[in-house]
């Protein structure tokens, strides 16, 4: 099974701070690699899929990029709505395997 | 709109097998595989399982492996997830979610997930 890692775990931030989260996966993935963001006590939603490729309706801050076994999320400038909990999922092989997941907090 | 509305959850004995539906509207189902992801209380997402969008490929995580069924009903526009053999860390929240393919390619779209508690 590909295991995927996620770092840091947790990330404290400012409003208008640039983030960055990292996702490595055990053996490449080439870029079939999704980004998703999660607010307490709801769904995930889709930010990034293809590695790279912003989900529609999806502000533009959000860029995602890499390809084999490292990938990064980016939030370009960090907004009050942006404090979530981010996953990576790879849908390269089943298991189609998630990270741990990245708390971005105040 | 895509909606996802999964229903069968509420506290189940460790003994029985519930079975967990997800009605789907908004888009052409028989067109998209479909997953199930769970998420145990204050921990993260563990992907469950996929079914391609004629139901004739299905992949399982190997903590449910055995244990669970995915299945899907094209006409009636519903996905299915039969459990058995419960345990207790099978607690959880469990989402329908949407691939943006017949087979996989990446999740597109999310239920509001269906609360399951496994209980003695």
Same mark, same amino acid.
């Given at each position: 099974d590909i295991q995927m890692t996620q770092s840091p775990s947790t990330l404290s931030a400012f409003v208008g701070d640039r983030v960055t989260i990292t996702c490595r996966a055990s053996q490449s993935i080439s870029n079939w690699l999704a980004w998703y963001q999660q607010k307490p006590g709801k769904a995930p939603e889709v930010l990034i899929y293809r590695a790279s490729t912003l989900e529609s309706g999806v502000p533009s801050r959000f860029s995602g990029s890499g390809s084999g076994t490292e990938f990064t999320l980016t939030v370009s400038s960090l907004q009050p709505d942006d404090f979530a909990t981010y996953y990576c999922q790879q849908y390269y092989t089943s298991p189609f395997t998630f990270g741990p997941g990245t708390k971005v907090d105040v | 709109q895509v909606q996802l509305v999964e229903s069968g959850g509420g506290v189940v004995l460790r003994g029985r097998s519930p079975r967990l539906s997800c009605a789907a509207s908004g888009f052409i189902f028989s067109s998209h595989a479909m997953h199930w992801v769970r998420q145990a209380p204050g921990k993260g997402l563990e992907w469950v399982a996929v079914i391609s969008y004629d139901g004739s490929n299905e992949y399982y995580a190997d903590s449910v492996k055995g244990r669970f069924t995915i299945s899907r009903d094209n006409p009636k526009n519903t996905l299915y997830?039969?459990?058995?053999?419960?345990? *207790? *860390? *099978?607690?959880?929240?469990?989402?329908c979610a949407r691939d943006r393919a017949g087979t996989v390619a990446g999740i597109d779209s999310w239920g509001q997930g269906a609360l399951v508690i496994v209980s003695s």
């Open positions: - | 997830l039969q459990l058995s053999n419960l345990r *207790d *860390d *099978d607690t959880a929240i469990y989402y």
